[in-house]
């Protein structure tokens, strides 16, 4: 069966390039995925697929049935959505949609997903149970696409054992990939706030109330919340990223506005941090005669690997690939909205390698000049393929 997927594989590279390389060029943001959704229905009929609904508005879940419908159930899933990055690469597949590209490799977890949906459908002849195959949007954007996905009942019906996704690593060799056992990704929380003071003439700050003085003494302190307060063996990032004191020279202002975010492992001490967070801000703003509206929008939780089926899948990705080229990870802060996929059934969530040194593809993911080492293609949709007849089998 290995030597069948690869060959498949290499049969419909090249349709598969055209295919990323269509959705790379014309990008859509999270639920606005509409020219996006049209084209993955229309490649789902091209292949055969004729089970397919609708969800969270530009999503779709298509089923693939071997032999035995019944036997056993799984699902694959690729997120749709791109990013609002101007792109400053100069390929012939460069976005044709100004403002807005496919800097997360979204586009290459599309075309992957497509390409194993081909070859299992090809070869459905010789795989007994049901493969479900989700197309998600809105990964970028809280609620998060697969909550939505979730709720709208798109792992019911028939209800998969488990559930598998792939994502670029820019860090990380074409030709290989990662596995992690267990924790592996962060929680994601949005942090708005805005510190009201007294503005006025900075020549004359004892008749203010300096709103940036008190921010930065919040900030640190916030930061000195998170580093003597959190256990030392539970990640923790609490970053910012945005301050906006809309003053002068010589004018300080009536309030300052400020962005961050904070993740972790743990949705305990996350609870916990929330509370802590919040009092420390107040009591602190307020202690120095400001006032402050500290608002929280509660994102993705953490993302976990299962450990027995990450397992079986690293087997069968040595299997196919060869142990030099399976690659074990290390937590990553970063934040993705699988986790809740991962909260709600077995799941494992790896990655793929896409980098390559030689042509100059190092960039990171949400880095205007993202592009990745177009042969990952054919690993990755060999692989999801593998990986889902593999599991079937057990």
């Known amino acids: 069966m290995i030597e069948k997927i690869k060959q498949l594989s290499l049969q419909y590279f090249e349709e598969h390039v055209a295919i990323r390389r269509h959705l790379h060029a014309n990008p859509e943001l999270s639920f606005q995925e509409f020219r996006t959704s049209a084209y993955i229905y229309d490649q789902l009929i091209k292949i055969g697929i004729t089970k397919i609904e609708k969800k969270a508005g530009t999503g779709w879940v298509a089923l693939i049935e071997g032999k035995n419908k019944d036997k056993k159930v799984i699902a694959l899933r690729a997120d749709i959505d791109a990013l609002p990055i101007t792109e400053l690469n100069s ?17 290459v977890h599309t075309t992957c997903l497509l390409g194993a949906a081909k070859i299992l459908f090809e070869l459905r002849e010789e795989w007994e149970g049901t493969v479900k195959i989700l197309f998600q949007p809105g990964e970028e954007t809280l609620p998060g696409g697969a909550s939505m996905m979730i709720k709208e009942k798109a792992l019911e019906n028939p209800t998969p054992t488990n559930i598998t996704g792939q994502h670029v690593m820019p860090l990380i060799p074409a030709g290989k990939v ?17 510190v009201k003071g007294k503005g006025g003439h900075g020549a004359m700050p004892h008749l203010n109330i300096d709103p940036v003085l008190i921010s930065s003494h919040m900030i640190v302190a916030l930061q000195q919340l998170v580093s003597r307060m959190a256990s030392p063996i539970i990640p923790t990032v609490l970053s910012f990223g945005k301050v ?19 993740r972790t492992l743990d949705e305990t001490w996350r609870e916990q941090a929330h509370v802590k967070m919040k009092t420390l801000a107040e009591h602190l703003v307020e202690g120095m005669g400001g006032t402050v509206d500290f608002n929280i929008e509660k994102g993705y939780p953490f993302l976990y690997n299962d450990i027995e089926l990450t397992k079986r899948h690293k087997i069968a990705a040595i299997d196919y690939l060869g142990a030099g080229h399976v690659l074990d990870l290390d937590i990553w802060m970063a934040a993705e909205d699988f986790s809740f996929y991962s909260q709600y059934m077995p799941a494992c969530f790896y990655r793929l390698g896409t980098r390559n040194e030689a042509k100059g593809i190092t960039a990171s993911v949400h880095n205007p000049r993202f592009d990745i080492d177009e042969t990952a293609i054919e690993t990755g949709m060999g692989l999801m393929a593998w990986l889902a007849v593999s599991e079937l089998k057990k």
């Open 91 to 107: 390929c012939e597949y460069i976005s044709t949609n100004p403002g807005v590209m496919h800097a997360c490799g979204h586009d």
């Open 178 to 194: 990662g596995f992690r056992e267990g924790l592996y990704m962060a929680s994601t929380d949005e942090l708005y706030i805005t």
């Open 244 to 262: 906006i004191a809309n003053g002068a020279t010589n004018v300080i202002p009536d309030e300052v506005y400020i962005e961050g975010t904070f």
